[in-house]
């Protein structure tokens, strides 16, 4: 059974700091892509970044700069570092697994709250 769960989120004020961290079971970590998205109140699920097995990664345009992906695969766990935090990045955060043949999983959610 494959499951994933976030952590990190809370309330932090424009300019402010976070890093989600999402822990993975069920699956072999090292070889699926992971990914974070957002979805906003109103607003579409969005892909905020992924990363691939082999570490290469993707950004939205709106967050290029500001946040960073990672993995660590001795720990099945994804992060994302998110700095220079704005309003507009409130949202509720899904980490996403995904391997060709394989699935495609989501996470509970955490939410991001950027405000003054």
């Known amino acids: 059974q494959v499951q994933l769960v976030e952590s990190g989120g809370g309330l932090v004020q424009p300019g402010g700091s976070l890093r989600l961290s999402c822990a993975a079971s069920g699956i072999i970590f090292s070889l699926w892509r992971l990914g974070w998205y957002r979805q906003a109140p109103g607003k579409q699920r969005e892909l905020v970044a992924r990363i691939t097995s082999s570490s290469t990664t993707l950004y939205a345009d709106s967050v290029k700069g500001r946040f960073t992906i990672s993995r660590d695969n001795t720990k099945n766990t994804v992060y994302l570092q998110m700095n220079s935090l704005k309003p507009e990045d409130t949202a509720v955060y899904y980490c996403?697994?995904?391997?060709?043949?394989?699935?495609?999983?989501w996470g509970q959610g955490t939410q991001v709250t950027v405000s003054s």
């Open positions: 996403n697994c995904y391997r060709l043949g394989y699935g495609d999983y």
